[in-house]
């Protein structure tokens, strides 16, 4: 029975990226000299899933990489080696090294070599600078020539009696790969007992029939040994005793009259080809092959299809509303055999039931697809580390509602964007240690990223104690590059947004960090193509805060719907202030600029949306016939002149620019319960059109 591997590779991948996750965070929360032998064992239990299973799999390129990041981290759990801030870099540097491994086999592509020699090469300078006290035993001995050898260990090696039950191979495991990783903590002896093998007409190639003797030389943990035996100590018999003395090595040599066969390689087992061993029953030969390696699979052509974890507790629930839906079908369909008159009230409970119970199944559903922003959080604590260490500066990462759960759509999108936020706070928020000194704040600066729910948004806050906007400086600047006419009047809100023009930065000079005048503008437009928007408030000289405003979820939208003509719009509910009934007097008309209504203090723009859409039915055409709907667009207000209010409810989201293509003022489209399709407004777009 053969299995193919290959399906198992997508859980594999995704198990090793959060391993790599798991050390690169263990790493960077380190504390230098000090060894947590408890933060250091999460690390290497991560470095070894990832080898163990890579081992499996037959990637051996980051096995054998993986297994020197091993030597490392074993020392310092040991308490042989310190930890050192330029230990803990090239353990950063492997573990990027790792990630671009396993994402080359992931897409098939070659892994760069190249970049795995250097940072291979920078892990035994490592070990290099510090060696630890290791057996020394050479590299061909065998056991006729253990005599020789001299060790400080009290613990010289262990003896391994490995006898597998007859059903091992059946579950997928094999002792070859078991006997690799034995080799990788030290010299390795296999001594194959064949005392078991039925005669050739009685075998069943299914069935594992072998035992082991493996004499396994070095200072070893017996931790480790038990890791790889961790996968089948319900499928064998297994004992392991440790060797003291050079004696007992010698001892386990095996006599001429026992029927074994003996190797120090325990991927060629036996060595060559057409060997024949000893004849264990009805003198029968067994004529065994060296293992030879798998063939390279053909390139899968369906693409890896991404997943997310759910809690066991949301998949219950969804599962209880499944059940309590087919209960009302059940009920539907029972007034539905024999309609009567008398039944009407029987089918409106039932109707109600549905929709309730639709309603709440909807709910669950797109509770599965939220995740924790810590998906998104997790990866900035690096990224701090390492600009702050290449910019000089001292800076602290605080992470507030790291649990704070967001679609999972959301989560994939939001990641750049906030990466260029962080890098600015870094780069030109945050001051240089002296300069912070003498402005009497403390060495250290503090970058917070905080997420946190308010009404139907989420909402994610980058904060930086640092030096601030100065509204002035930029005005100047951008005046300077010509994004700005020198005699605008702009409120102080309107000068820190310069900074979201294109072609806008304050930076000097030219970096790899910053100063090219890209990113702030697409971090914008990638915000508002998610249905968010972005704000900035800052303090000269104290710091400043940018929050973004973004949708829970993608997927489904309340809304307000709204009648112009024999048209039906959706207006985002999130974004509705009011609606009201105004009079000729309360209107102010601007010659060329267009109408405006005062709404207590404030003096809004109208937008009469039969004139936008082109709209020739529209039943109201003066003001006073209709309503206005004020609504709020990224900080801008104004009136939307409608005929009517509908009604408000859930709609679901349906891109319009795939399905038809982008047309300003309209964000995407729904499809209604009569089956018509209504246009979902895109508050911003809106407004501005009105303007053009």
Request: glycine share 8%; with cysteine.
């Amino acid at each position: 029975m053969s299995i193919d591997m290959a399906q198992f590779h997508q859980v594999f991948f995704e198990e090793s990226f959060e391993g790599l996750d798991i050390m690169e965070s263990g790493l960077l929360n380190l504390d230098m000299g000090d060894v947590d032998s408890e933060a250091i064992n999460t690390i290497f239990r991560a470095a070894h899933s990832i080898k163990g299973g890579s081992g499996t799999f037959g990637f051996s390129a980051v096995s054998d990489y993986t297994h020197v990041m091993e030597t490392l981290l074993d020392e310092m759990r040991d308490g042989r080696r310190q930890v050192t801030q330029s230990a803990v870099d090239v353990l950063l540097g492997s573990v990027d090294c790792l990630r671009e491994m396993l994402s080359a086999i992931q897409d098939e592509n070659d892994i760069d070599e190249v970049s795995v020699a250097e940072h291979k090469k920078a892990l035994e300078l490592e070990l290099s600078a510090s060696p630890a006290v290791v057996v020394d035993i050479p590299e061909h001995a065998v056991i006729n020539e253990v005599t020789a050898i001299s060790t400080d260990s009290s613990e010289i090696g262990w003896k391994i009696s490995f006898c597998p039950h007859t059903d091992l191979l059946k579950t997928g495991n094999d002792p070859v790969r078991m006997f690799r990783e034995l080799s990788e903590l030290g010299d390795l002896d296999v001594i194959v007992d064949l005392q078991g093998v039925p005669s050739l007409f009685d075998l069943d190639p299914e069935e594992c029939h072998l035992s082991w003797t493996l004499i396994l030389k070095g200072n070893i943990a017996r931790e480790e040994i038990d890791d790889i035996f961790d996968w089948v100590e319900d499928e064998c018999d297994l004992s392991i005793q440790a060797l003291n003395s050079v004696e007992e090595l010698v001892n386990i040599a095996p006599t001429e009259s026992s029927n074994i066969a003996t190797s120090t390689n325990p991927t060629a087992i036996p060595l060559t080809e057409n060997q024949e061993s000893t004849a264990p029953k009805n003198d029968s030969p067994i004529i065994v092959k060296p293992i030879k390696a798998e063939e390279k699979k053909a390139k899968s052509t369906s693409a890896a299809s991404s997943s997310i974890r759910v809690d066991t507790g949301k998949i219950d629930t969804l599962i209880n509303m499944v059940g309590e839906l087919v209960i009302t079908q059940s009920m539907l369909s029972l007034v539905g055999e024999d309609f009567t008159s008398e039944k009407i009230d029987q089918l409106k409970n039932g109707l109600v039931q549905l929709e309730r119970h639709t309603r709440e199944l909807q709910a669950s559903v797109m509770n599965i697809r939220m995740l924790p922003i810590s998906f998104v959080f997790s990866r900035f604590p690096r990224l701090v580390h390492d600009l702050s260490t290449k910019l000089d500066k001292k800076i602290e990462l605080k992470l507030v509602g790291e649990h704070t759960e967001v679609d999972k759509t959301v989560v994939e999108l939001i990641s750049d964007p906030l990466v260029h936020l962080v890098r600015n706070s870094l780069d030109h928020g945050i001051e240089m240690p002296a300069d912070r000194m003498a402005a009497g704040k403390p060495e250290m600066g503090t970058i917070t990223l905080e997420a946190y729910h308010r009404g139907g948004n989420i909402v994610i806050e980058v904060k930086d104690d640092g030096k601030g906007l100065n509204k002035d400086f930029l005005r100047h600047k951008a005046i300077e590059k010509g994004l700005l006419d020198p005699d605008a009047v702009l409120t102080d809100k309107q000068c820190f947004e310069l900074i979201f023009m294109a072609g806008f930065s304050t930076a000097e000079k030219v970096t790899d960090v910053s100063g090219r005048g890209v990113g702030m503008d697409v971090v914008r437009r990638n915000i508002q193509s998610l249905g968010g928007n972005i704000e900035i408030t800052s303090n000269l000289g104290f710091g400043s805060t940018i929050s973004i405003n973004l949708p829970l979820t993608l997927a489904i939208l309340d809304g307000q719907s709204i009648a112009v003509g024999d048209e039906t719009f959706i207006v985002p509910l999130g974004s509705i202030i009011e609606s009201i009934k105004i009079s000729d007097k309360m209107v102010n008309r601007v010659a060329g600029k267009g109408e405006t209504f005062r709404l207590r203090d404030e003096y809004l723009p109208i937008v009469r949306m039969h004139h936008v859409f082109n709209v020739k039915s529209a039943k109201a055409t003066k003001l006073n016939e209709g309503l206005l709907v004020v609504v709020d667009g990224q900080g801008v207000r104004c009136g939307l002149f409608v005929d009517d209010l509908l009604g408000q409810q859930q709609v679901v989201i349906k891109s319009l620019e795939a399905n038809y293509r982008r047309v300003e003022g309209v964000s995407s489209a729904t499809i209604l319960g009569d089956g018509s399709v209504a246009l979902i407004l895109d508050i911003p777009g809106l407004v501005r059109l009105s303007n053009q």
